[in-house]
């Protein structure tokens, strides 16, 4: 049976001054309270116009160079085997087998799971997708490979793979066509565009990082950093260093509230981001310590799909709710990995109080 591999992208965005001038011309008390008259009762999303295939075929990554194969195994998708190869891929994760074998590993970037090793390179996986990781004398260096949507790799769940050959890294699968059929965490469903295909990656593309700032170029413009500038939100702090890279931090009074809402503690990790999808221009300008996160606008998520943030689970937050029997409360709804409900933020003796109360859970 042919194994899978789907991973949908975050969103493939411009630089930084593409996002600025696409921010709409509003005022950031229209962003982020929900006014009961004026421009804020007709707000209204883009209509999502789905692309063409030849639209998606044009647009797959130029690094990743793709060679029709004369002998392949036919695409095939079965649910029942996918969820069957992921449980246990999970459950090995977690085995001392897996913990004793890549311990080197490991231990140098714990926030990877490993899955093979040709020479000095070693093949890992973040909730991002496929990354190589690089062995030097001193160092340890992870390079995202970019897999997008739109690429469906038959080494999804193999172990102990071939995956550097000839100097290239090499693997096998199809072009595809996704469609997310629901926010929730459910398979997608596939057109096929093209079968059979190998797709390799030079090291001298992937580990290409114009900007010195720590992120490969494929990964800035996976997550809608600037790759020619290591400091994408002009701010003195660079990229890799900046728990916000795509907004410059703000002090004031509902900046921290957001900050309260949003800086939960977590474990560390330098290739991985909590997303957040708001307008606000006060949510927009938070300074987390205990995560790094990736704040993006409604019309950022707009260019792939409308939907395809909500894959990994992007945290939501309407705007800022007033009612008149409470006046010194400001209520929020929200969805989350967790669940959706509302939050209450009040400030108390100076500090912000936030309280959490869910409508629905997702029991993860």
Same mark, same amino acid.
Request: net charge negative.
């Given at each position: 049976?042919?194994?899978?591999?789907?991973?949908?992208?975050?969103?493939?965005?411009?630089?930084?001054?593409?996002?600025?001038?696409?921010?709409?011309?509003?005022?950031?008390?229209?962003?982020?309270?929900?006014?009961?008259?004026?421009?804020?009762?007709?707000?209204?999303?883009?209509?999502?116009?789905?692309?063409?295939?030849?639209?998606?075929?044009?647009?797959?990554?130029?690094?990743?160079?793709?060679?029709?194969?004369?002998?392949?195994?036919?695409?095939?998708?079965?649910?029942?085997?996918?969820?069957?190869?992921?449980?246990?891929?999970?459950?090995?994760?977690?085995?001392?087998?897996?913990?004793?074998?890549?311990?080197?590993?490991?231990?140098?970037?714990?926030?990877?799971?490993?899955? #093979? &090793?040709?020479?000095?390179? =070693?093949?890992?996986? @973040?909730?991002?997708?496929?990354?190589?990781?690089? /062995?030097?004398?001193? *160092?340890?260096?992870?390079?995202?490979?970019?897999?997008?949507?739109?690429?469906?790799?038959?080494?999804?769940?193999?172990?102990?793979?071939?995956?550097?050959?000839?100097?290239?890294?090499?693997?096998?699968?199809?072009?595809?066509?996704?469609?997310?059929?629901?926010?929730?965490?459910?398979?997608?469903?596939?057109?096929?565009?093209?079968?059979?295909?190998?797709?390799?990656?030079?090291?001298?593309?992937?580990?290409?990082?114009?900007?010195?700032?720590?992120?490969?170029?494929?990964?800035?413009?996976?997550?809608?950093?600037?790759?020619?500038?290591?400091?994408?939100?002009?701010?003195?702090?660079?990229?890799?260093?900046?728990?916000?890279?795509?907004?410059? #931090? &703000?002090?004031?009074?509902? =900046?921290?509230?957001? @900050?309260?809402?949003?800086?939960?503690?977590?474990? /560390?990790?330098?290739? *991985?981001?909590?997303?957040?999808?708001?307008?606000?221009?006060?949510?927009?300008?938070?300074?987390?310590?205990?995560?790094?996160?990736?704040?993006?606008?409604?019309?950022?998520?707009?260019?792939?799909?409308?939907?395809?943030?909500?894959?990994?689970?992007?945290?939501?937050?309407?705007?800022?709710?007033?009612?008149?029997?409470?006046?010194?409360?400001?209520?929020?709804?929200?969805?989350?990995?967790?669940?959706?409900?509302?939050?209450?933020?009040?400030?108390?003796?100076?500090?912000?109080?936030?309280?959490?109360?869910?409508?629905?859970?997702?029991?993860?």
């Amino acid at each position: 049976m042919k194994v899978f591999y789907v991973l949908s992208c975050i969103l493939l965005l411009g630089c930084s001054q593409e996002k600025k001038e696409q921010k709409d011309k509003g005022s950031p008390e229209q962003h982020c309270f929900e006014l009961k008259e004026g421009i804020n009762n007709d707000d209204r999303m883009k209509k999502y116009v789905p692309p063409t295939n030849e639209q998606i075929l044009k647009a797959l990554p130029t690094h990743i160079h793709r060679q029709q194969l004369k002998n392949f195994t036919p695409f095939h998708y079965d649910k029942a085997t996918v969820q069957k190869l992921a449980g246990e891929e999970k459950a090995y994760f977690a085995s001392n087998a897996y913990q004793q074998k890549y311990s080197e590993w490991i231990a140098a970037l714990p926030e990877f799971n490993y899955v #093979s &090793v040709n020479d000095n390179y =070693a093949l890992a996986k @973040n909730r991002y997708g496929f990354w190589v990781v690089e /062995k030097t004398e001193q *160092s340890y260096k992870p390079y995202f490979l970019g897999f997008t949507q739109s690429f469906y790799l038959n080494e999804e769940y193999a172990k102990d793979q071939k995956f550097y050959r000839d100097g290239q890294f090499v693997f096998t699968g199809a072009v595809v066509h996704t469609e997310r059929l629901s926010s929730v965490p459910v398979l997608p469903q596939y057109e096929l565009l093209k079968d059979g295909v190998q797709f390799s990656v030079s090291p001298a593309d992937l580990k290409k990082d114009s900007d010195g700032d720590g992120f490969n170029d494929v990964f800035e413009e996976f997550i809608g950093l600037n790759p020619k500038s290591a400091d994408t939100d002009n701010d003195g702090i660079k990229d890799f260093k900046d728990h916000n890279p795509r907004f410059a #931090s &703000v002090q004031s009074d509902l =900046a921290d509230m957001y @900050n309260s809402i949003a800086d939960e503690p977590a474990a /560390k990790m330098n290739y *991985s981001f909590t997303e957040i999808l708001t307008n606000c221009d006060y949510f927009q300008q938070i300074n987390p310590k205990n995560r790094k996160v990736l704040i993006y606008t409604v019309d950022d998520k707009a260019p792939i799909k409308n939907d395809v943030l909500d894959v990994f689970f992007p945290r939501k937050y309407s705007k800022i709710l007033k009612y008149p029997n409470y006046p010194t409360i400001n209520f929020i709804d929200f969805a989350d990995e967790t669940g959706n409900g509302t939050i209450t933020a009040e400030k108390v003796n100076g500090v912000w109080d936030i309280k959490k109360k869910f409508t629905v859970t997702f029991g993860m």
